[in-house]
């Protein structure tokens, strides 16, 4: 985790959010969070969100204790070192059942988890996944407004409403920025039809090596009247095998070229 926030400004960036298991790991590592306070002051960095308590649309009881436990290790972390959003994932559990359903029991999940993390200053972005059945622009904005609570919002991740396929550029350029929590920028490709998705090997792609219009997409989240943070997510079983450091100044380069030099 410290060579994360340390290797994120070496390459230029601002802030970073950091991967949910590393915090685990953290803290079950039994060190503190003021050792990482002590580097994003050091790096002068922000940590801008956690990534992620997964899950969420689950309905049994053990399930939801679960994530409620999650939610409350995390959002006492995100307080701990300046952190203000932790990112939900809704995934399978509620497959094949009537949206209706889906927008309602996941909704009251999130309620619980937005409580709770109000008590520690912490907002929560929504992440609809492009193989879930909450995967487009609209369900997202539909479940936002039934959990009906002003910290919980949702992340743009071009990859995900690309590949879910419902969700088309000019509809995020139509959206209220309030809504909209942090930009996930990336790349990528679909897999052939009959052939299963991996992720990790399907965002394996820099921007301008994949299949998305990423200009098309950046150009949208402008239009919104969107001013927070873009993060460059790189989701790939290869890249993460590679030098840590030249990945990150890949990254760093990419959002610099086709974000903040237009």
């Given at each position: 985790?410290?060579?994360?926030?340390?290797i994120a400004k070496q390459a230029g960036f601002a802030g970073l959010e950091m991967a949910g298991t590393k915090v685990h790991d953290y803290l079950e590592s039994g060190l503190k969070p003021e050792l990482v306070v002590q580097a994003l002051q050091k790096h002068e960095m922000q940590m801008i969100s956690i990534n992620d308590v997964a899950h969420v649309e689950r309905t049994d009881d053990a399930s939801i204790h679960q994530m409620l436990k999650e939610t409350e290790?995390?959002?006492q972390f995100a307080k701990n070192v300046g952190c203000t959003c932790i990112q939900l994932v809704p995934l399978l559990a509620l497959e094949r059942r009537p949206w209706s359903e889906i927008?309602?029991?996941?909704a009251v999940n999130i309620r619980r988890i937005a409580e709770l993390g109000a008590e520690y200053g912490v907002r929560f972005q929504l992440e609809p996944v492009a193989w879930s059945p909450i995967h487009s622009l609209s369900q997202s904005l539909e479940?936002?407004?039934?959990?009906?609570?002003?910290?919980?919002g949702m992340v743009i991740d071009f990859w995900h409403l690309w590949y879910g396929g419902k969700t088309?550029?000019?509809d995020v350029a139509k959206m209220d920025p309030k809504s909209i929590y942090n930009i996930h920028f990336g790349d990528g490709k679909k897999n052939p039809p009959g052939t299963v998705c991996d992720e990790t090997d399907l965002r394996g792609h820099y921007v301008?090596?994949?299949d998305i219009p990423v200009r098309d997409w950046v150009a949208a989240v402008k239009a919104s009247g969107y001013a927070g943070w873009w993060s460059y997510e790189l989701v790939s079983a290869r890249h993460w095998q590679m030098d840590t450091q030249l990945?990150?100044?890949?990254?760093?380069r990419l959002l610099d070229e086709y974000v903040f030099t237009e």
């Open positions: 985790m410290l060579s994360d926030i340390r290790v995390l959002s927008r309602k029991l996941t479940l936002i407004e039934e959990v009906g609570r002003d910290n919980f088309k550029p000019d301008g090596d994949g990945v990150a100044d890949m990254t760093s």
